[in-house]
């Protein structure tokens, strides 16, 4: 691949816009990385099983979902702006709707507000995945949302670290057993209290959210010109007959299944090797998460990296090159004892940073006035993520396999997961597809 200005086509200069729009990538990497912990948070403020708790996921994957489609129908009428913004809208509104729910009392609030947070998610990336590959040459198109969802991960960083150190390290360390043992009044004390620490940083980000949105309401922003001649059935039906393209949506629900597995158990895979080293519980799962931070800064590097290296190979090459190397990454947290399995699997990032984008992109090409219904089918994908997790948490729970722990043997899952990425890129390099 040629290296081509990735900010420049045709005379027009698109890197104020596209520093706008990525700002946006941070912002939902943020929201995803901010969110995961407060599973556990919620089952102990309310006294909740863990079940319950995850309801909280459930909630947030489900907005993505249900709006990516509709997200389509409203960017296809006025614009891709008109979808950022509206994504930022929805994103300060489900923040600020915390204030409320947290007078309520109740946990069912909190999941609103979540569901409308992440429908604001989802307008935003089937807005701007897309509105990014139209900003310049089709040519450097993959390359470009490479880069821009290089900053996806560093709103990742900072979602993890508020987290940790603004809302876990200042709710009150009773657990869930010994807040089990209080009177009702002293429950109702400690949950208002806890309910205040965890809705600060929503509320800070939705102040930030507020100031994105005005600053991009009064930017000029390119209008990308597309004549959508087709119906809604039509755009849908044609997309479904391009091989490239419904294959590609295939291979996104697996990819964004693997993240979820591997990003989320990871702490359960170092919990258990620590503990057979006779650390405690506690002090094993505050080292695990240190190794989670690790692979999620390896993450965001690797993506920068592959974002250069794009400017030399194909990226259908570069995908099934990462997924062959993650099949055996993934083959070493199974079969690698102690640390070594740990290692191979912080190493796992590296090879998934690339995927999203470059499926994304792949899957895009050439889609011409459909593109906005492209990306809705793709974040629908999303799905994947809340779909195979508890898969393979069911296999954990099973505690020993086969001789095996249950936890080294549940990342078959992802073994098969990269496999079938790895021949999606295979097809698309060899143009099968």
């Known amino acids: 691949m040629k290296n081509k200005d990735i900010f420049k086509y045709e005379g027009v200069n698109y890197l104020l816009p596209f520093i706008l729009i990525t700002s946006c990538f941070a912002l939902w990497g943020f929201a995803n990385d901010i969110t995961n912990p407060m599973v556990k948070a919620f089952s102990k403020i309310f006294r909740m099983s863990v079940a319950q708790g995850a309801l909280t996921q459930a909630a947030f994957y489900g907005g993505y979902f249900a709006m990516a489609l509709p997200a389509a129908l409203f960017i296809r009428r006025f614009s891709y702006k008109s979808g950022i913004l509206m994504g930022l809208g929805l ?171 591997c990003w989320t158990f990871i702490i359960q895979y170092g919990t258990r090797i620590f503990m057979e080293r006779g650390m405690s519980e506690i002090d094993a799962e505050v080292l695990s998460q240190r190794y989670n931070i690790a692979a999620m800064i390896l993450f965001c590097c690797s993506r920068f990296i592959c974002t250069w290296l794009m400017k030399y190979f194909q990226p ?34 590296a090879c998934m940073s690339l995927m999203f984008p470059t499926i994304y992109g792949i899957a895009l090409e050439g889609i011409g006035e459909d593109a906005k219904f492209g990306a809705a089918g793709l974040i629908m994908a999303i799905l994947g993520g809340s779909v195979l997790p508890p898969l393979q948490a069911l296999i954990i729970d099973k505690g020993t396999l086969f001789g095996m ?29």
């Open 405 to 433: 722990p249950a936890v080294n043997l549940s990342f078959l899952l992802p073994t098969l997961c990269f496999a079938v990425i790895a021949a999606y890129g295979i097809r698309v390099h060899r143009k099968a597809i």
């Open 91 to 261: 994103y300060a509104a489900g923040a600020f709707l915390f204030i409320g729910a947290r007078s309520t009392g109740s946990y069912w609030p909190f999941l609103v507000a979540y569901f409308i947070l992440t429908c604001g998610l989802s307008f935003l990336e089937t807005s701007a995945n897309p509105y990014i590959l139209a900003m310049g040459d089709p040519a450097t198109a993959t390359r470009r949302l490479n880069f821009a969802q290089s900053f996806n991960p560093i709103g990742s960083l900072c979602g993890m670290f508020v987290a940790m150190n603004f809302i876990q390290a200042r709710l009150n360390p009773m657990d869930s057993a010994a807040r089990a043992t209080l009177s009702e009044a002293e429950f109702e004390a400690m949950k208002q209290s806890d309910l205040g620490i965890l809705i600060g940083p929503y509320v800070a980000i939705g102040v930030v959210i507020l100031v994105i949105f005005l600053i991009i309401l009064l930017a000029r922003m390119p209008r990308v010109k597309e004549e959508n001649t087709r119906s809604v059935g039509a755009s849908i039906r044609h997309l479904l007959g391009i091989p490239r393209y419904r294959e590609g949506v295939v291979a996104q629900f697996f990819y964004v299944g693997v993240q979820i597995m």
């Open 316 to 349: 259908g090459k570069m995908l099934y090159t990462f997924a062959l190397a993650g099949i055996a990454c993934t083959l070493g947290v199974i079969f690698l004892p102690g640390t070594a399995g740990l290692y191979c699997l912080v190493a796992v990032s």
